[in-house]
């Protein structure tokens, strides 16, 4: 049974879409808000993005017990993050033991950056409102 949205859409001219610039005041926070990295804008992913910025690298073992997540919920979400090219990852065996390392990419680094960006933006005209 398919479920149905009762939430209300705007119509897409009535959201502004205002970029957040340091020096400009941001008039709506929700022209913001439609901006927003999908990819990173779900805790599992943005806990790896965030995770893997404040290091080198991490295992997998190292990322699941951070993230507290299963095996199964934190590799789906590091191969979407792989396949957008966020992280790469190594992976290799010690003995018959594989070993997974994940590190964040330049370009995942730019996403993290302009993703707190955005939500920095957001907060600050909230602020304001």
Same mark, same amino acid.
């Given at each position: 049974?398919?479920?149905?949205?009762?939430?209300?859409?705007?119509?897409?001219?009535?959201?502004?879409?205002?970029?957040?610039?340091?020096?400009?005041?941001?008039?709506?926070?929700?022209?913001?808000?439609?901006?927003?990295?999908?990819?990173?804008?779900?805790?599992?992913?943005?806990?790896?993005? #965030?995770?893997?910025?404040?290091?080198?690298?991490?295992?997998?073992?190292?990322?699941?017990a951070a993230l507290n997540a299963t095996d199964g919920n934190l590799s789906v979400h590091a191969?979407?993050?792989?396949?957008?090219?966020?992280? #790469?990852?190594?992976?290799r065996f010690e003995g018959r033991t594989p070993r997974t390392r994940y590190k964040l990419t330049?370009?995942?680094?730019?996403?993290?950056?302009?993703?707190?960006?955005?939500?920095?933006?957001?907060?600050?005209?909230?602020?304001?409102?």
């Amino acid at each position: 049974m398919a479920k149905s949205s009762t939430a209300r859409k705007l119509p897409h001219d009535a959201i502004p879409h205002t970029r957040p610039v340091a020096d400009k005041p941001v008039k709506h926070a929700g022209g913001i808000a439609t901006e927003l990295d999908r990819l990173l804008h779900d805790r599992m992913r943005l806990g790896i993005v #965030s995770a893997l910025a404040a290091t080198d690298d991490l295992s997998f073992s190292e990322l699941k017990a951070a993230l507290n997540a299963t095996d199964g919920n934190l590799s789906v979400h590091a191969r979407k993050l792989e396949d957008a090219g966020y992280l #790469s990852c190594t992976k290799r065996f010690e003995g018959r033991t594989p070993r997974t390392r994940y590190k964040l990419t330049a370009a995942g680094r730019r996403a993290l950056e302009k993703y707190l960006d955005h939500m920095d933006a957001i907060i600050r005209a909230t602020r304001r409102g």
